[in-house]
């Protein structure tokens, strides 16, 4: 009894480690820079400029400097950049 009360615990536990948050952004605006360095990129959105933190899933983002884009971020980390 003590052995299945132990593994449901666990259970519990772990699917509650693994439940993400879930939220997400789109940021719609001219893409103004790529920082390669800090792997970084400025757009400029309802003339506010909004930096995000490129992720690894982003190929390609310094051929979009001085056209429209759309970004999807989730807790300011860039998910996906399109051309918008």
Do not use: Q, W, Y
Not at 5 to 18: D, E, N, Q, R
Not at 28 to 36: R, Y
């Amino acid at each position: 009894m003590k052995s299945i009360l132990t593994t449901l615990a666990v259970l519990g536990l772990s699917v509650s480690a693994f439940a993400g948050c879930g939220k997400t952004e789109e940021t719609k605006g001219k893409l103004k820079s790529v920082d390669a360095d800090s792997k970084s990129i400025v757009i400029e959105a309802e003339g506010k400029e909004v930096k995000l933190t490129l992720t690894a899933a982003v190929k390609n983002a310094d051929k979009l400097v001085g056209k429209d884009v759309v970004a999807v971020s989730s807790h300011k980390k860039v998910e996906s950049l399109k051309k918008g």
